[in-house]
T-cell receptor, first 115, second 115 residues
């Protein structure tokens, strides 16, 4: 158990809908990352937050947004969903997100299926 | 443009033998490398890492080798055990913007250890 929790585990929705994925980092970790893993692909970095502020952006679509709250949990919002958004979405956390040698610890993921 | 490549999607080895998983990268700015292991329906789990100032790091049955001139790293598992059967991801870390660091993942190698 990495200490990172994600809800829900599974989500089935229809095209055009909006969903929210939730992540709670490990105790003491200030940085949260979101990744997308499509079928047979590696993990694609979406976005990073540090202590409530956006720190880095990767290949995140404009239809997607995220935020980190004062209690450090994070939410990833996916809107106007398309079939191609079906994927595993992972959250990871780390101590500060800027130190060399720092390890990211991953949650179990949310499997999103868009029909 | 894939900056981190794992060219072997799958690898099968006999229990007790050595497993060698390979990873190539193109970005010279990567200065820290990690290997993660992933079982089905779970998030990636950190396995072992290496800084770019070293060429070898060992942890029990796992050893990671880094060849900076060839931009190549490899993970050796000796002896391999059936419980090692999983997808292995290579990841590389670099400073992205400001004080942020970003992980770039390969597409993974499915290791199967045969009893």
């Amino acid at each position: 158990d990495s200490g990172v929790t994600q809800t829900p585990k599974h989500l089935i929705t229809a095209t055009g809908q909006r969903v929210t994925l939730r992540c709670s980092p490990r105790s003491g970790d200030l940085s949260v990352y979101w990744y997308q893993q499509s079928l047979d692909q590696g993990l694609q970095f979406l976005i990073q937050y540090y202590n409530g502020e956006e720190r880095a952006k990767g290949n995140i679509l404009e239809r997607f947004s995220a935020q980190q709250f004062p209690d450090l949990h994070s939410e990833l919002n996916l809107s106007s969903l398309e079939l191609g958004d079906s994927a595993l979405y992972f959250c990871a956390s780390s101590r500060d997100g800027g130190s060399i040698g720092e390890t990211q610890y991953f949650g179990p993921g949310t499997r999103l299926l868009v029909l | 443009d894939q900056q981190v490549k794992q060219n072997s999607p799958s690898l099968s080895v006999q229990e007790g033998r050595i497993s060698i998983l390979n990873c190539d990268y193109t970005n010279s700015m990567f200065d820290y490398f990690l290997w993660y292991k992933k079982y089905p329906a779970e998030g990636p789990t950190f396995l072992i890492s290496i800084s770019s100032i070293k060429d070898k790091n060992e942890d029990g049955r796992f050893t990671v080798f880094l060849n900076k001139s060839a931009k190549h790293l490899s993970l050796h598992i000796v002896p391999s055990q059936p419980g090692d059967s999983a997808v292995y991801f290579c990841a590389a870390s670099a400073r992205s913007s400001g004080s942020a660091r970003q992980l770039t993942f390969g597409s993974g190698t499915q290791l199967t250890v045969l009893p």
